[in-house]
Antibody, heavy 122, light 107 residues
Framework: EVQLLESGGGLVQPGGSLRLSCAAS????????MSWVRQAPGKGLEWVSA????????YYADSVKGRFTISRDNSKNTLYLQMNSLRAEDTAVYYC???????????????WGQGTMVTVSS | DIQMTQSPSSLSASVGDRVTITCRAS??????LAWFQQKPGKAPKSLIY???SLQSGVPSKFSGSGSGTDFTLTISSLQPEDFATYYC?????????FGQGTKLEIK
């Protein structure tokens, strides 16, 4: 069974840092691009960042560029999101999502993790 | 950036009804359009990709259509488990973007 399991969320002060992880299982992790998508409380979905299967290409939303870094360890089947200089507006549930095919980095998502909550507050 | 606009923002319907949700892109996106269902406190679930193709395991009561800038999601014979929020998303170009969501409620 294909599964994604996020961890690492929590309460952090403004200006602080946090690293999220997404453990993947049930598929050939290195063959698929992965993304992070977030959802602020009571709001809609916002794409945050994506990374190619090899890790050689990365993409970011303007709202997080320069503060967040996406990476992956294909030997551990794990996706990461390093979040620095956190702001109150980064408060959200963060989901990792798998692309449906191995053809391209920008593709439909087929599998989502259960999400991990990040709260930025003093 | 491409803006995605869904209508309506909310919709009331009864069990057994058929409903249609519309999604419009601010520029042409060919058929690079997906639909998701989200229930309160849960992760989104992928329903449709390439505007009209069902994800594995999704019942045929869900159908999608459209190309270019205008798309629709139709749900037939509504059941209690179908009442949720639905999102469209374009993946034609970075940054991928979502519609604001359509909340489907029981009448």
């Amino acid at each position: 069974e294909v599964q994604l399991l996020e961890s690492g969320g929590g309460l952090v002060q403004p200006g602080g840092s946090l690293r999220l992880s997404c453990a993947a299982s049930g598929f050939t992790f290195s063959s698929y691009a992965m993304s992070w998508v977030r959802q602020a409380p009571g709001k809609g979905l916002e794409w945050v960042s994506a990374i190619s299967g090899s890790g050689g290409s990365t993409y970011y939303a303007d709202s997080v560029k320069g503060r967040f870094t996406i990476s992956r360890d294909n030997s551990k089947n794990t996706l990461y999101l390093q979040m620095n200089s956190l702001r109150a507006e980064d408060t959200a549930v963060y989901y990792c999502a798998k692309t449906a095919t191995t053809v391209t980095t920008l593709d439909a998502f087929d599998i989502w993790g259960q999400g991990t909550m990040v709260t930025v507050s003093s | 950036d491409i803006q995605m606009t869904q209508s309506p923002s909310s919709l009331s319907a009864s069990v057994g009804d058929r409903v249609t949700i519309t999604c419009r892109a601010s520029q042409g996106i060919s058929n690079y359009l997906a639909w998701f269902q989200q229930k309160p406190g849960k992760a989104p679930k992928s329903l449709i990709y390439a505007a009209s193709s069902l994800q594995s395991g999704v019942p045929s009561k869900f159908s999608g259509s459209g190309s270019g800038t205008d798309f629709t999601l139709t749900i037939s014979s509504l059941q209690p488990e179908d009442f949720a929020t639905y999102y469209c998303q374009q993946y034609n170009s970075y940054p991928p973007s979502f519609g604001q969501g359509t909340k489907l409620e029981i009448k």
